[in-house]
Nanobody, 119 residues
Framework: QVQLVESGGGLVQAGESLRLSCAAS????????VAWFRQAPGKEREFVAS????????YVKDSMKGRATISRDSAKNTVYLQLNSLKSEDTAVYYC????????????WGQGTRVTVSS
């Protein structure tokens, strides 16, 4: 199994930045990709960005391009989500998730970190 722990959330003003962290442990050798999702109050969970565990490829949803960057520190087994120019609509609980090689769904999830953006 893979354990994921998010951190870095908090209360910020609109226009500010945050860097979220997702620390992975356990059977990380089987990980193929890690993604960030978010769930705003009263809304369904949505995909934000993903990165190959090898670091060779990243993807950010169109509406977040230019404001969100996903990266990985292989030495720390940690994936980051840099969020810039935050807006009130970015308020949500942000989750990281991982999927193993050969799996199409994200099967391991962290507990989430809350981001609140005040306008």
């Amino acid at each position: 199994q893979v354990q994921l722990v998010e951190s870095g959330g908090g209360l910020v003003q609109a226009g500010e930045s945050l860097r979220l962290s997702c620390a992975a442990s356990g059977r990380t050798s089987s990980v193929y990709a890690v993604a960030w999702f978010r769930q705003a109050p009263g809304k369904e969970r949505e995909f934000v960005a993903s990165i190959a565990w090898s670091g060779s490829g990243t993807y950010v949803k169109d509406s977040m391009k230019g404001r969100a960057t996903i990266s990985r520190d292989s030495a720390k087994n940690t994936v980051y989500l840099q969020l810039n120019s935050l807006k009130s609509e970015d308020t949500a609980v942000y989750y990281c998730a991982s999927r193993d090689t050969g799996r199409y769904e994200y099967q391991y999830w962290g507990q989430g970190t809350r981001v609140t953006v005040s306008s």
